[in-house]
């Protein structure tokens, strides 16, 4: 299915533009559509002072998107989805099944996203102190990154350009799978030795930087032009663990050169770093 990625802050009213989407899509257009909510996942707001069980929610809604994704029917993703390196990883599902996406940025203020919050049901309010810690938290999109293109940017009080939606989604040539996007056969040793090198180059770095570096500064990645931020002290054990998980993801999307498999790791570690 062609993929509507919602995305902006709490109560911004991501929910509201979703209904309208399917409801457009299924009554307008005539297509079959299929509406994955975070709301209909997460039971209780508190989910978001646990980066554990954040993290698990963020991997429910990876693989329920990899269950309904397809070349024909239309699938609305309604969520936060303020991480960066999280929405590449969605962007790499949508690319492997040979499908278009496109982004809606439902960009209300804080503070009308607040106003709107407290006048919700109690059960289903944020905290003060969680709706601040998602504000601080939230990447929001950048047209010029691939995996975020093409953005639709939304104010509260905007009409949805329904017809320049459907064109991005209907009209467009979806992107061709290439290396970074197709499952990599496990017989492929020099990658998976690469995988090894570059990664563990990576954790070795920021580890050894901390010794002499303090909070703020900016930390070279090799192989790479990107900067790592030091936000807090990270133990090594962390560092690894993510590390683990990157390789698993790797071995399916896997990438032809070095400099591209160490921002992707660079992205992967500073989206789960929460």
Known sequence: MPLILLTGFPASGKSTRAQQLKEYFSTIIGKNVVLLSENEIVKNKHIYSDANKEKELRSTLKSELQRFISQDDILILDGGNYIKGFRYELYCSSKSNKTTQCTLHIDTS???????????????????????????????????NRWDSPLFTIQPEDELPFEEIAAALCERK?????????SLPLTS???????????????????????????????????????????????????????????????????????????MFFQYLTSHLV
């Open 110 to 144: 804080s503070e009308q996203a607040w106003k709107q919050n407290l006048k919700r049901e109690e059960t289903c309010q944020y905290s003060q102190e969680n709706f601040n810690a998602l504000i601080m938290r939230y990447e929001a999109p950048d047209g010029r």
């Open 189 to 263: 040793t020099n990658f998976l030795y690469e995988l090894d090198c570059v990664t563990q180059e990576i954790v070795n770095r920021v580890v050894e930087a901390q010794k002499t570096s303090v909070i703020g500064d900016q930390v070279s990645i090799p192989n790479s032009t990107e900067k790592f931020l030091l936000k807090r002290r990270y133990q090594l054990s962390e560092l690894s663990r993510i590390r683990r998980q990157f390789i698993s993801f790797a071995k399916t999307h896997p990438v032809d050169d070095i400099p591209r498999l160490a921002a």
């Open 174 to 182: 979806a992107p061709a799978p290439n290396q970074s996007t197709q």
